[in-house]
């Protein structure tokens, strides 16, 4: 996730969210969890904050579920399609 060159002239929540809505649909992370919140931000290098709001984002498009205490779920292209 380092690989992601982040543009500084657009929202970098919105880059990320779309980095990691691209690769839900690519398949990774199928049947896992998706990494927490701190990892999630040490990886790009921001703030957890900035995490949470691309997470929310992808929430709201359908690319993940989120379960309290249980962590944030990749939701497949054809799960979501079925609405």
Same mark, same amino acid.
């Given at each position: 996730?380092?690989?992601?060159?982040?543009?500084?002239?657009?929202?970098?929540?919105?880059?990320?969210?779309?980095?990691?809505?691209?690769?839900?649909?690519?398949?990774?992370?199928?049947?896992?969890?998706?990494?927490?919140?701190?990892?999630?931000?040490?990886?790009?290098?921001?703030?957890?904050? @900035?995490?949470?709001?691309?997470? /929310?984002?992808?929430? @709201? @498009?359908?690319?993940?579920?989120?379960?309290?205490?249980?962590? /944030?779920?990749?939701?497949?292209?054809?799960?979501?399609?079925?609405?």
């Amino acid at each position: 996730m380092g690989d992601l060159e982040l543009d500084r002239s657009r929202p970098i929540w919105k880059q990320i969210s779309e980095d990691l809505a691209r690769r839900i649909d690519a398949g990774e992370w199928a049947g896992e969890r998706l990494p927490g919140l701190v990892e999630l931000s040490a990886r790009y290098d921001v703030a957890v904050s @900035t995490i949470q709001k691309a997470i /929310t984002h992808l929430k @709201t @498009t359908g690319h993940v579920r989120v379960e309290l205490g249980l962590g /944030t779920w990749p939701v497949p292209p054809a799960e979501r399609q079925q609405g």
